[in-house]
């Protein structure tokens, strides 16, 4: 993996490879990423969840899907 350093003053650029150490920060930041997603999946499921139980609860005790619908 490399780098691209640009002189902004010159535009003169520069590609260095990439130290160790800058490429474990960049694992580490997909890993960071991967799991930000994965949580915000889990979270959007467990609010799809509720609102699909709290739809079924409403349908039980009488209401219609349009007076359920309303509701949102």
């Known amino acids: 993996m490399e780098k691209v350093i640009v ?3 010159t535009g003169e650029q520069t590609v260095l490879p990439l130290t160790a150490e800058e ?6 930041a997909a890993v960071a990423a991967a799991e930000a ?5 889990a ?3 467990a ?5 699909a139980s709290a739809e079924a609860k ?3 005790l ?9 509701l949102n």
């Open 7 to 9: 002189d902004c003053s």
């Open 23 to 28: 490429i474990a920060e960049l694992e580490a």
């Open 37 to 41: 997603q994965a949580a915000e999946q």
């Open 43 to 45: 979270a959007a499921q």
């Open 47 to 51: 609010k799809a969840d509720a609102k």
């Open 58 to 60: 409403l349908a039980a």
């Open 62 to 70: 009488g209401l219609t899907a349009d007076e359920i619908a309303a």
